[in-house]
């Protein structure tokens, strides 16, 4: 590929430009969401609540108060599925092509576009770049090397990560509890677990996770990207539009 001819350089965020805040501030997880939406459960649940957490009935003002968690893993796992899946982008290979900021042909301004509009073009490449997801060539040209980031391999990322999904099985919990069992409107949530599991096992059941659950998140993230509303956009123009997630973890409790 033509990355692995040029040499490469890391670019800093100050070489992008200033960034700018993320125009979609709305759609940020905050703490307090968290917090309110696991006491809600337990009260949901019929579960003594030790503590008292002061709710924030303005949602603005929520917004103000609550710090934002990191804003930037969404945005920047649309832009690598669209970067990896869109034909624009892709070299004679099929694999995806490295791209100038700017220009006629399809470039990162343009991708930027069409995948995450209300992102910052500068701020968003600027985290790419930290995360190691690209690096910039001395003739400009960006490269992505990676079409998912693990999210522990940094601390603002992980911290999103986990209470992102913290979240989403909150929100998955609470639904199924207020619908009939056998109600097709019930939320998919199963679990595979084993109390005597050998434990010098852990390291093959760990790369057996890593590898299928790849395979079916990669999957799954494809799907999700062609029956995005962006992408049915015209065709549907009152196509009302929801936030989605499917997840795959492992969690290991020793004697």
Avoid: C
């Avoid at 050998?198 to 062609?226: C, M, T, Y």
């Amino acid at each position: 590929m033509p990355m692995k001819e040029n040499r490469v350089k890391r670019a800093t965020p100050a070489a992008m430009g200033k960034a700018k805040p993320a125009t979609d501030s709305s759609s940020e997880l905050r703490v307090n969401e968290v917090i309110e939406n696991l006491f809600d459960l337990f009260k949901r649940l019929g579960l003594r609540i030790p503590l008292r957490v002061p709710r924030v009935a303005d949602n603005s003002m929520a917004r103000r108060l609550s710090p934002a968690l990191y804003p930037y893993a969404s945005p920047i796992s649309e832009l690598l599925t669209w970067w990896h899946q869109d034909p624009a982008y892709l070299d004679n290979l099929g694999n995806p092509a490295p791209l100038k900021l700017r220009g006629r042909r399809p470039s990162f301004r343009s991708l930027v576009h069409r995948a995450v509009p209300k992102m910052d073009m500068s701020e968003l490449l600027a985290e790419l770049v930290r995360v190691g997801a690209v690096t910039v060539d001395e003739n400009g040209f960006i490269h992505v090397h990676m079409r998912s980031i693990s999210a522990y391999e940094d601390k603002r990322l992980a911290l999103e990560h986990t209470l992102t999904s913290l979240n989403g099985f909150i929100q998955t919990l609470r639904h199924n509890l207020n619908s009939v069992p056998s109600n097709s409107d019930q939320f998919f949530h199963r679990i595979a677990w084993n109390n005597e599991f050998d434990s010098r096992e852990i390291p093959a059941l760990k790369i057996r996770v890593k590898r299928h659950g790849q395979s079916f998140l990669e999957s799954f993230d494809n799907w999700l990207a062609r029956k995005s509303v962006s992408k049915t956009r015209g065709r549907y123009p009152r196509t009302r539009h929801a936030k989605v997630s499917i997840g795959v973890y492992l969690s290991v409790e020793k004697d």
